[in-house]
DNA sequence: ACTCTGTCTCAAGACGAC
DNA sequence: CTAATTGAGACAGAGT
DNA sequence: GTCGTCC
């Protein structure tokens, strides 16, 4: 859609998203020898984000669209298991921050400095000063930015969501808009994209209960995902069962297949049926050898070997150690680190065999590592990174172990290890007993999430645009933010006449009974001058 | 040959003078 | 503890 | 359109 089809039409934007953006994206370039960095002002304060914020601002109400800003409130109770994964990650940047620094390496300090930025508390109070200073409302969403602009829309107040973000249809958001910064317009694919939900549920043919299923089933922030369903097996497994209830209880005739849905979906009896048959499997190998034996050798390829081999000495460099480890656990390879790496291209065949056999009762050789670690990030504490870490180098060497060392001598080494490792197990699903009985199956709570999220009711809402405060936008960004007087004037002039021009209605609004639209009416025919297909309505998803 | 998933990497604003 | 990403695109590998 | 600058 062109920027002139949405004069006079109100938008619902995350401010948060939109600060981040800012923050990464309105750098000074650094001079000689020096990394680029936000804009900030005497006293060091960032100021990128007001830059951005001021500016786009200002641009959307030249178009005659009227923005309302949301905040985001408290973070939701549900990312506990994530979280732990998102710290290990922030404190590994910063890590490798502190080393790019000591050397000195430009173009690695502007890259994890990227990964670091925040939008602390105080940036979003600055901002929401300079928005009300301008005349422009600010709503403070009571958890999750996405989920109020959503329920904004559908309860009228605004026309659509504006975020590049696909939840706010997962939060039912009648309308989304994408691209909407119109930068040097006029080009096709610089267009603004509109998402309408009804019609998006109308051309995939699901209600909307089983969208937001299909939508956890891809994947969303708040929940493991079913290994080997992606956008497509999704799709197809909602319309073929209709809930993921059915889908579960499909798969449960296939062990092979059961066996990929994550722990935390089962409801709590099962799933500590399952951990009773993984502790029985777990003891059966201690005090079997024999169970070592059958196997299906996958041999790699040769090439596809070197190509992996390349791959890990990169990430080697350049990564943290967790995702190597992961990698050759998931592949069956050998990570380029470990001591015996000489022997890996003379006896691959081998080395393989002894990987899949020393760990995996055979019929699931590469699920079971790649659960294992799963379930420790899960259940794990604070101290994350440590507690991954070791299990699954221990895990790894192991693997290695087979290829040098005698049958003889290896079984009780290797036992030895093995006890160790396990015990670090069970103990930490031990820790989690307690909860055992009042588990409930992550994806009923992610669907309560999306269905139920808390938000202020659009009805409780009031939305104004006013004539801005040229007094305090002056004080704030010249004085305070040590904005050129300049330019603030400047904007300031360009401010004032775009708000003054929105009191100006829409035309339609004069002969059209029907303020903001066609709601929420599941399946009502699509409006006639939509986008083009929605056909870019694809969930997607992957963390 | 084709389809799908999983993984990795990257980029992420806007103004105004020219 | 305060912080937080997201999506797209390219590509490899598994499965059919 | 590109490019330097915004603080």
Redo the contacts with the bound molecule.
Sequence with gaps: MEVESYMGRIVAIDA??A????L??????GGEGTAAAV???AEGEQ?SHI??MF??T??LLSAGIKPVYVF?GK?PNMKGGELAK?QA??AEAQKKLEEARAKGDIEAIEKHE???V????KDAEDVKVLLRAMGVPVVEAPCEAEAQCAELVRGGKAYAAGT????VLTFAATRQLRKL?F?SSKKADQRIVEINHARLLNDIGLTNDQFVDLCILCGC?YTN?I????????LKLIKQHGSIEAILKSMSTSPKEYDRVPDEWLDADTRSKRKAKRRAQALARLTNTENRVPLET?KPKED?NA??QDIDN??QQD?NKI?PLA?AA?TNEIPAFAPTTQSVNTSTAEATFAATTNEIPAFAPTTQSVNISTEIEATSA?TTTEIVQQPLMTEATENIIPMEVDEDEFIPVKTAELKESESTEIELEEQNDEDESKHVPEYIGARKLFKEHEIIPAKDIQLKWTKPDEAALRAFLIDK????AE?VD?AIKKLITAQGSLKQQRMDSFFKVLPKKVDGNVNKRPPPPASKKPA?AKK????
């Design positions: 948060s998203m600060l981040y953006q800012f990464i994206a309105i750098r000074a370039q804009l900030t002002n100021t830059q951005g500016n786009r200002i641009r985001d973070p998102r990650k922030r990227g990964a670091l925040k939008v602390s508390k590049e973000d696909m939840d910064t930068s922030d995902r290994d080997k369903v992606g956008p497509k097996t999704a996958t596809n190509h992996h990169k990430q990564k995702q990698f998931t604070p933010m040590g904005f050129a330019r400047g870019a997607k998803k992957t963390r």
